[in-house]
T-cell receptor, first 114, second 114 residues
């Protein structure tokens, strides 16, 4: 069975500092990987996705993530965060089966302060 | 990206009444829709998977008679919380897929039962 582990439940950082949110997955088959962001009282917005090809993927709002198959990781990074990046971030994996839901990690709360 | 619209964004109802939440895919046909419940500071809990024209598949522990799901068309799924009680108060989110690896999410509905 596939699963997603987000290693940090909360990540506090100062504005303009770099940040990395960690995500590990387990799967016996090829997977598609995603990062979603959720602002308070809103739904989830797709930040970026890895489907195939280059292991470094760039997303919206200056975020990027690197797929590492040997370490089964898909960490999210941003070189310089803003106050507005404060939100909940979810890593997810697609079981690659038609009609099945994405499998989510428990989420990481990113808190950016000045 | 594809747009999923969820309505209403907030609803307050009296204990014992029923509430209907709508989820629409605006610019694509969603063969599969998913309903999630999110508790404060917690991740997403998949409630059910809804396929157009067929009965929804509920996750273990979710009462299908309490949370009625209808997916009558390729662009609309509804979740009805029947005989709502204060413990049903939560944030409900829908998502939709049609062939793509990623899922697109609605804005969420904050349900408060008083």
């Amino acid at each position: 069975a596939q699963s997603v582990t987000q290693l940090d439940s909360q990540v506090p950082v100062f504005e303009e500092a770099p940040v990395e949110l960690r995500c590990n997955y387990s799967s016996s088959v090829s997977v598609y990987l995603f990062w979603y962001v959720q602002y308070p009282n809103q739904g989830l917005q797709l930040l970026l996705k890895y489907l195939s090809g280059s292991t470094l993927v760039k997303g919206i709002n200056g975020f990027e993530a690197e797929f590492n198959k040997s370490q089964t990781s898909f960490h999210l990074r941003k070189p310089s965060v803003h106050i507005s990046d404060t939100a909940e971030y979810f890593c997810a994996v697609n079981p690659n089966q038609a009609g099945t839901a994405l499998i989510f990690g428990k989420g990481t709360t990113l808190s950016v302060s000045s | 990206g594809a747009v999923v619209s969820q309505h209403p964004s907030r609803v307050i109802c009296k204990s014992g009444t029923s509430v209907k939440i709508e989820c629409r895919s605006l610019d694509f046909q969603a063969t599969t829709m998913f309903w999630y419940r999110q508790f404060p500071k917690k991740s997403l809990m998949l409630m059910a998977t809804s396929n157009e024209g067929s009965k929804a598949t509920y996750e273990q522990g979710v009462e299908k008679d309490k949370f009625l799901i209808n997916h009558a068309s390729l662009t609309l799924s509804t979740l009805t919380v029947t005989s709502a009680h204060p413990e049903d108060s939560s944030f409900y989110i829908c998502s939709a897929r049609h062939g793509q690896p990623e899922a697109f999410f609605g804005q969420g509905t904050r349900l408060t039962v008083v």
